[in-house]
């Protein structure tokens, strides 16, 4: 559809949800005590229309982005109906124990909860993760969603009698919602990179790690690195995950952007778990190779992926250790035998799918706890990994690696957060990690990561970035 035309559609719905509004308050105002509804979630069917063109249409600085790696789920959301924060003493299933409560007061139709939680309760303790938290989720106030092949305009109220809310309230927070739409904008010109560890640090990391392995106190261990690119200007990080959507099919797209000029998005390939009253689905993932476009190169690249002690060892550690946790948990488990391929359009990996059947009485919070982080992201033995991480990295991974994803009253998807980036005004910093086994090489592990983040390198121009330093 043109935009032109999407722009009157969309108007018209925006008009018919101001109606919405209206008759909802006055259906709660008039109902009852103990008739009453906590919470309404107003939904109006729509044309298709692009979400990134409404998001960057939308004058709420407060966004977020969540898209399914199967594109089944696709939601754009702006403003605040409700946040849930957690304390270093609140565990996660409480949490989310919280939100769900909130939601059961909902109607009919429920929200979901858009957010995620910190790589470890140490990985946020300075700047620039403070304000993140150790977890963070929230209800848009607006929404454009994709269910399928069906799009929606949803709006998401919690009702309270008080000064502070009225029917004047809500429809004043309504008109922040425009029928806008609008290209992504350009991305200004790359200055600079820097890397964190460098070269020689990075060797040096590797090296210490495979002499931890070499005497037993680690089977693995998942380093990463820190990349930090400058622009000339402010970065929009909507443009940023615009143009890597092109680029990374069969990935999770995200974004959670708090405040103006401070945002957290990626592209992963990685699911945590999904979750759907007690049926579970969650993976195994590692190992990785680039992609050709030669069918030949491409096939030896597969073969060779498939058939690699090093990265077979490394994908059994991730499977044997999921594994090992829901048997804690679930009264059956089926997973497959050996690893097949998770093919991305410059990138695969080995993949082993798992489900299960969750006990009774077995939450989100207890998954979270059991699974993450996996060998995938962190290393085994899990303690002993994470101590090392914590001293060989010279940098906080903050939300790097962390669960991120959504969920409702009985359903709930989380992703593992890599391949993601730290915008913060002119600056973007991208994460990604290299799984570091017996027999893993210094040189080879760096550009395995330098292939992981291709994608966020090449996001300036078809041909790559161009810094104006021309030392780098």
């Not at 044309?47 to 399914?68: A, E, K, V």
């Not at 429809?171 to 964190?196: M, Y």
């Not at 999904?274 to 993932?285: F, M, N, P, V, Y």
Request: hydrophobic share 40%; proline share 6%.
């Amino acid at each position: 559809m043109p935009r032109a035309a999407a722009q009157v559609e969309l108007a018209n719905a925006i008009g018919e949800m101001r109606l919405r509004i209206r008759r909802a308050w006055r259906d709660w105002d008039n109902a009852p005590e103990q008739l009453r509804f906590r919470g309404v979630r107003l939904q109006v069917q729509i044309p298709p229309i692009d979400l990134f063109d409404w998001l960057n249409g939308q004058r709420y600085p407060r966004q977020i982005l969540w898209s399914s790696r199967d594109g089944q789920l696709q939601v754009a959301g702006v403003g605040l109906c409700n946040e849930l924060r957690a304390s270093s003493i609140e565990s996660p299933e409480t949490l989310l124990q919280r939100g769900r409560e909130l939601l059961a007061g909902f109607g009919s139709l429920k929200p979901r909860y858009f957010g995620g939680f910190a790589f470890s309760n140490r990985s946020v303790e300075e700047p620039p993760w403070l304000d993140m938290g150790l977890s963070r989720f929230w209800i848009p106030r607006a929404e454009l969603l994709r269910e399928g092949s069906k799009y929606f305009l949803a709006c998401n109220l919690l009702f309270r009698r008080s000064v502070e809310q009225d029917l004047t309230t809500l429809l004043h927070e309504w008109e922040g919602v425009t029928a806008s739409l609008k290209p992504a904008a350009q991305l200004p010109p790359l200055t600079t990179r820097r890397d964190l560890p460098d070269r020689e640090g990075w060797e040096s990391n590797v090296l210490a790690a495979l002499d931890l392995i070499e005497n037993g106190v680690l089977d693995k261990v998942v380093l990463a690195r820190k990349a930090r690119y400058s622009f000339a200007d402010e970065v929009p990080a909507a443009a940023i995950l615009n143009v890597l959507r092109g680029v990374t099919s069969n990935c999770y797209h995200f974004l959670l952007q708090p405040q103006q000029g401070f945002a957290f998005m990626g592209t992963t390939p990685e699911r945590l778990f999904w979750r759907k009253g007690r049926e579970l689905k969650t993976e195994a993932l590692a190992g990785t190779r680039p992609r050709s476009e030669d069918p030949e190169e491409d096939q030896r690249l597969a073969d060779e992926l498939l058939n690699e002690r090093k990265d077979l060892h490394e994908q059994e550690l991730v499977r044997r250790d999921i594994l090992r946790a829901l048997h804690l948990v679930c009264d059956r488990v089926d997973a497959e035998e050996r690893p097949s391929l998770l093919q991305l359009e410059r990138k695969q990996h080995l993949i082993s799918r798992i489900q299960g059947h969750l006990q009774e009485g077995q939450g989100d919070g207890e998954l979270l706890q059991l699974l993450h982080p996996t060998p995938a992201v962190g290393g085994s033995p899990r303690e002993n990994a994470l101590r090392e991480l914590e001293r060989l990295e010279p940098f906080s991974r903050g939300w790097y690696a962390g669960p991120l994803g959504w969920f409702s009253e009985d359903e709930a998807e989380f992703s593992v957060a890599i391949r993601s980036g730290l915008v913060q005004g002119r600056d973007v910093s991208v994460y990604s990690g290299a799984g570091i086994v017996s027999g893993s090489d210094p040189a080879k592990e760096w550009q395995e990561i330098e292939n992981k983040i291709s994608d966020f390198v090449k996001v300036t121009s078809p041909g790559g970035w161009r810094p104006s330093n021309p030392s780098l």
